[in-house]
């Protein structure tokens, strides 16, 4: 019932921005946390960035000061904004959100089937 869609991910140039969008939905009651992960090929997903239901954000060092997290709790919806992209990069990206939906009192993870991303050299 409840979704997370993501969108944006695509080819680009070492250097260059991409802007990927998750949007939420379904039977949602609240949204608590939302993030993003990734995972590049052979290795385990990771954190990329996340950000509370009231704008707190945390980032993987290897995104810092490249990498923006931000969300619209009206559209239940988080985005990353991806600038100054690298090879190592290269990853599917997952939307990820603690989700109270309208059956159980209770938060739960849900994940996209996730949107590639990849940064030629």
């Known amino acids: 019932q409840v979704q997370l869609v993501e969108s944006g991910g695509g080819l680009v140039q070492a250097g260059g921005s991409l802007r990927l969008s998750c949007a939420a939905s379904?039977?949602?009651?609240?949204?608590?946390?939302m993030g993003w992960y990734r995972q590049a090929s052979g290795k385990q997903r990771e954190l990329v960035a996340a950000?509370?239901?009231?704008?707190?954000?945390n980032y993987a060092d290897s995104a810092k000061g490249r990498f923006t997290i931000s969300r619209d709790n009206a559209k239940n919806t988080v985005y990353l904004q991806m600038n100054s992209l690298k090879p190592e990069d290269t990853a599917v990206y997952y939307c990820n959100a603690e989700i109270r939906d309208s059956t159980w009192p209770r938060a739960m993870p849900y994940w996209g089937k996730g949107t590639l991303v990849s940064v030629s050299s």
């Open positions: 950000i509370t239901s009231i704008g707190v954000t």
């Open positions: 379904g039977k949602i009651f609240s949204i608590n946390a």
